[in-house]
T-cell receptor, first 113, second 103 residues
Framework: GAVVSQHPSRVICKSGTSVKIECRSL??????MFWYRQFPKKSLMLMATSNEGSKATYEQGVEKDKFLINHASLTLSTLTVTSAHPEDSSFYIC?????????FGPGTRLTVL | GIQVEQSPPDLILQEGANSTLRCNFS?????LQWFHQNPWGQLINLFY???GTKQNGRLSATTVATERYSLLYISSSQTTDSGVYFC?????FGAGTRLTVKP
């Protein structure tokens, strides 16, 4: 199946700093990628849909100024958590779709101190 | 948006047992997948099954789109099957079924 990578896998930062997470489709092109967050022992919540060459579509309740998404190429989408606070600590997972099927990256565990 | 209900929420099995996981969804779909999330958080694709039946080794899945449900069958369960199983119609996740297989 298709492969999606994420970087970094783990990041610890101080409150107030910004953190960038990269999501890459390694062996296919993805015009659309998806960003999720997951709290411990909870399900995945869709945050936004990232569209190559255009603005991302955010789910209701997700602050677009807080979670900046850029999809500059057919293989790369980035999520920047701006001015991170401890409540932003979570597991962030991206996915990309090939055909109708979704493939997920390994996730990024963000801890904000 | 589409609502997803998975049952049971938790399931504990002895190794070798069989199980059926169910996913009900609130609207008709032409896109549904089953995933297994392992203890490290990685989501592993099990089935892309908007309709019909598929089998892969000890696992099989059936989706009846007209009746808005999908089933995942696990036969002869192994400890490595432990984890959380999600169904996702249209990229939306249900709460999942947490499976624990004991040796």
């Amino acid at each position: 199946g298709a492969v999606v990578s994420q970087h970094p896998s783990r990041v610890i930062c101080k409150s107030g700093t910004s953190v960038k997470i990269e999501c890459r489709s390694l062996d296919f092109q993805a015009t659309t990628m998806f960003w999720y967050r997951q709290f411990p022992k909870k399900s995945l919540m869709l945050m936004a849909t990232s569209n190559e060459g255009s603005k991302a579509t955010y789910e209701q309740g997700v602050e677009k100024d807080k979670f900046l998404i850029n999809h500059a190429s057919l293989t790369l989408s980035t999520l920047t958590v701006t001015s991170a606070h401890p409540e932003d600590s979570s597991f962030y997972i991206c996915s990309a779709r090939e055909g109708g099927e979704q493939f997920f990256g390994p996730g990024t565990r963000l801890t904000v101190l | 948006g589409i609502q997803v209900e998975q049952s049971p929420p938790d399931l504990i099995l002895q190794e070798g047992a069989n199980s059926t996981l169910r996913c009900n969804f609130s609207d008709s779909v032409n896109n549904l997948q089953w995933f297994h999330q392992n203890p490290w958080g990685q989501l592993i694709n099990l089935f892309y099954i908007p309709s019909g039946t598929k089998q892969n080794g000890r696992l099989s899945a059936t989706t009846v789109a007209t009746e808005r449900y999908s089933l995942l069958y696990i036969s002869s369960s192994q400890t490595t099957d432990s984890g959380v199983y999600f169904c996702t119609p249209y990229m939306r996740f249900g709460a999942g079924t947490r499976l624990t297989v004991k040796p």
